[in-house]
């Protein structure tokens, strides 16, 4: 079993940055391979960045690249996006999600393939 705590969200002005935190627990941390995904009333849980399990790849929503970054600290066993640049468009509650499959590029994106979520953070962006 896995568990996630995300941290790091907030109110935040247009233009703005934000680092969100997943701390993780309850399985090696190096063989996860972890997402954030993001979710706004009515809507499915939209991609955000992935980064895969050994630190062997990263993918990231196309409109998004440039303006987020994920790394993983595998010795903290926590995970991390840097939002930089934040628009109102980018308010969410934002989740972490992990994997226990070494998943394939284009699988990165799919929710459906991880099987731990943590509760989420919201991040609201507004002047």
């Known amino acids: 079993q896995v568990q996630l705590l995300e941290s790091g969200g907030g109110l935040v002005h247009p233009g703005g940055s934000l680092r969100l935190s997943c701390e993780a627990s309850g399985r090696a941390f190096i063989d996860l391979t972890l997402a954030w995904f993001r979710q706004i009333p009515g809507n499915g849980r939209e991609f955000v960045a992935a980064?895969?399990?050994?630190?062997?790849?990263?993918s990231y929503k196309n409109s998004l690249k440039g303006r987020v970054t994920i790394s993983r600290d595998n010795a903290k066993k926590t995970l991390y996006l840097q939002m930089n640049n934040l628009e109102p468009d980018d308010t969410a509650v934002y989740f972490c999600?992990?994997?226990?499959?070494?998943?394939?590029?284009?699988?990165?994106?799919?929710?459906?393939?991880?099987?731990?979520w943590g509760q989420g953070t919201q991040v609201t962006v507004s002047s």
């Open positions: 980064v895969k399990r050994n630190n062997y790849g990263t």
């Open positions: 999600a992990a994997s226990t499959r070494g998943l394939i590029t284009s699988s990165l994106a799919d929710d459906q393939q991880y099987e731990h």
